[in-house]
T-cell receptor, first 112, second 114 residues
Framework: DQQVKQNSPSLSVQEGRISILNCDYT??????FLWYKKYPAEGPTFLIS?????DKNEDGRFTVFLNKSAKHLSLHIVPSQPGDSAVYFC???????????FGQGTRLTINP | NAGVTQTPKFQVLKTGQSMTLQCAQD?????MSWYRQDPGMGLRLIHY???????DQGEVPNGYNVSRSTTEDFPLRLLSAAPSQTSVYFC?????????????FGPGTRLTVL
């Protein structure tokens, strides 16, 4: 059973516009959420995270929103740039555990 | 710093063969982990370690063994390879707070089991 779901396998956005990547989770025991970015033939790199006690975290062009009641988080990228084209994974951690659970990933393509 | 290194980058095995995927980090990180990435499945945790001498199972540990004799190294062993283990394998490490902290990933090993 997929506990962290990214229901959009791909997303295409025009350069300069906002990219919104979505992630849903099923387990209310998750208390920390992270986004990782992955380029082809490379390992994932950390992008941004959010604790379950917050509903928003910003870092430059990247903002993550958390809606605990809906068990939903989203990553906003504004403005989108060609270098943002990559696969984005959301991930969640069980309270007190050291195990990261990843979603399936969303391939973001930024068009010039 | 070299960060997290993985060897080999590519490997082809026959069913039943054994091999060890190597992972090393030079950042003095306590937490290390192994993931496999499969199409449509994201990354799934195989095993992890919170320090030398301590290992634990992740989401998909069957068919894999690990050990952590030093802080730097965290090898992943396939005792008897199966086609279902065809995947891309990533090793990762982080400093404090384990998975709660940013993990640094290696470049991956692409394994094919025939």
């Amino acid at each position: 059973d997929q506990q962290v779901k990214q229901n959009s396998p791909s997303l295409s956005v025009q350069e300069g516009r906002i990219s919104i990547l979505n992630c849903d989770y099923t387990n209310s025991m998750f208390d920390y959420f992270l986004w990782y970015k992955k380029y082809p033939a490379e390992g994932p790199t950390f992008l941004i995270s959010i604790s379950s006690i917050k509903d928003k975290n910003e870092d430059g062009r990247f903002t993550v929103f958390l809606n605990k009641s809906a068990k939903h988080l989203s990553l906003h990228i504004v403005p989108s740039q060609p270098g943002d084209s990559a696969v984005y994974f959301c991930a969640a951690i069980f309270q007190g555990a050291q195990k990261l659970v990843f979603g399936q990933g969303t391939r973001l393509t930024i068009n010039p | 710093n070299a960060g997290v290194t993985q060897t080999p980058k590519f490997q082809v095995l026959k069913t039943g063969q054994s091999m060890t995927l190597q992972c090393a980090q030079d950042m003095n990180h306590e937490y290390m982990s192994w993931y496999r990435q499969d199409p449509g499945m994201g990354l799934r945790l195989i095993h992890y370690s919170v320090g030398a001498g301590i290992t634990d199972q992740g989401e998909v540990p069957n068919g894999y063994n690990v050990s952590r004799s030093t802080t730097e190294d965290f090898p992943l062993r396939l005792l008897s390879a199966a086609p279902s283990q065809t995947s891309v394998y990533f090793c990762a490490s982080s400093y404090q707070r384990g998975a709660y902290n940013e993990q640094f990933f290696g470049p991956g090993t692409r394994l094919t089991v025939l």
